[in-house]
Structures are given as structure tokens and as C-alpha cells.
Antibody, heavy 128, light 109 residues
């Protein structure tokens, strides 16, 4: 059974750094065909993709937030970690992690382009 | 970056009716288009991937079509549990990035 679960602080102060952890089970992060993204959703608003880490450890970031984001993984712990610096009240949102399968061709691997499993999400509020 | 525009923003229909939701991309995304359903307080659920393939366990009343820049999600006969918000999503090949549409709220008329 595939599961993803987000964890981290529920409240952060403006200018602080947010660190979120996604713990996965039912699949391996060291498997050559699985990547994980972080996606957020402000209350009442649409989904926004933030960052993705591929099975080969390649990373991709939202253009608008790239300077504030870092994604990494610890395969031994089955965890994907997202850090976001300089938090602001507009960053208040539910943060999700989600899995994207990959395919490999010609020596490179690519995302299949969709998220088949999601975590339940964790609400992070930014307030002083 | 590719922008996805969904229409309408809100769709009011009755159970048993047919729902047609649209997603338009600012440039071609080939068939790399997915649809998700989200109910209040829940994470999104994958419905359709690669424009027209139903995800595991998704009822046959859900279907997707389109390629290039214009895509459609059709629900052939609405069930009470189908009233929710629907998002489309694409991924660009290189650099690898993902984009969501702004959502269509399907509400009971």
C-alpha cells in the first residue's frame, strides 16, 4: 500500500525558514522510477506546484519560488524534505507531497507527468 | 511558462446531467495532461492521465479527451459524489516543471 505523509510545524513566524518532511511507504525512493513533488494550496485557492525530486536526485523548482526552495531526499529514511526560506503570511497554505512515476529512455529518466498518490496535506500558518 | 486556463470557473448542474469541463494550455502540452478531483478537506485524487486514460479505480463515467492545447473532462451522468472541484495539470518536458489550472467548481443546481 502506497502512502505519503507530510509533517512539520503548524505555525511559523514571518522571515523564518519552513522545513517539511514527506515520509513515504509502499515504494522506495531509491527505485529508479519514482519521484516526489511538493505542492501547496492556500485556503480556498488553487493548487501550486513547488518542487520535484527525481529518482536520480535531479531537482526542479517553481520559477517564481526557486530562490527560496530546497528539496532533498534521504532514501534510507524514505523521506523527502522541503525547505522554504523567508516565510511570509502569503505562504499560509496546506502543503502536500505527491508521487510521480518515471520512465527511462536513452539513458535519461523523465516524469510520467502526473501525481498518482498524494499525502493528506499539512496546514502551515505564517503569523507573528 | 505554460499557463492552463480552466472554464467555466463554476458549473451548476443536477445529478444525472452531463458535465463538460474545459482546460486550455497557452502552448502545446502534447498529451501530458492530467485531471484531478478534490473534495473539501481532502487531497486531490487523480482521475485522468495522459489526457484520456482513467486512473485505477475511476468509474467509466469519467472520460478525458484532447491534445495539444485543448482538453475536456466529461462526466457522462453526474452522481451526488461527483460535486467537487476539478483541476487540470500539465508537465513540461524540459525543464521539467508542472502547472495546475485554477480549477472548476462543480456544484449542485
Amino acid at each position: 500500500q502506497v502512502t505519503l505523509k507530510e509533517s512539520g510545524p503548524v505555525l511559523v513566524k514571518p522571515t523564518e525558514t519552513l522545513t517539511l518532511t514527506c515520509t513515504v511507504s509502499g515504494f522506495s525512493l531509491s527505485n529508479a522510477r519514482m519521484g516526489v513533488s511538493w505542492i501547496r494550496q492556500p485556503p480556498g485557492k488553487a493548487l501550486e506546484w513547488l518542487a520535484h525530486i527525481f529518482s536520480n536526485d535531479e531537482k526542479s523548482y517553481s520559477t517564481s519560488l526557486k530562490s527560496r526552495l530546497t528539496i532533498s531526499k534521504d532514501t534510507s529514511k524514505s523521506q523527502v524534505v522541503l525547505t522554504m526560506t523567508n516565510m511570509d503570511p502569503v505562504d499560509t497554505a496546506t502543503y502536500y507531497c505527491a508521487r510521480a512515476q518515471e520512465y527511462c529512455s536513452g539513458g535519461s529518466c523523465y516524469s510520467r507527468g502526473y501525481f498518482d498518490y498524494w499525502g493528506q496535506g499539512t496546514l502551515v500558518t505564517v503569523s507573528s | 511558462e505554460i499557463v492552463l486556463t480552466q472554464s467555466p470557473a463554476t458549473l451548476s448542474l443536477s445529478p444525472g446531467e452531463r458535465a463538460t469541463l474545459s482546460c486550455r494550455a497557452s502552448q502545446s502540452v502534447s498529451s501530458y495532461l492530467a485531471w484531478y478531483q478534490q473534495k473539501p478537506g481532502q487531497a486531490p485524487r487523480l482521475l485522468i492521465y495522459d489526457a484520456s486514460n482513467r486512473a485505477t479505480g475511476i468509474p467509466a463515467r469519467f472520460s478525458g479527451s484532447g491534445s495539444g492545447t485543448d482538453f475536456t473532462l466529461t462526466i457522462s451522468s453526474l452522481e451526488p459524489e461527483d460535486f467537487a472541484v476539478y483541476y487540470c495539470q500539465q508537465r513540461s518536458n524540459w525543464p521539467p516543471k508542472y502547472t495546475f489550472g485554477q480549477g472548476t467548481k462543480l456544484e449542485i443546481k
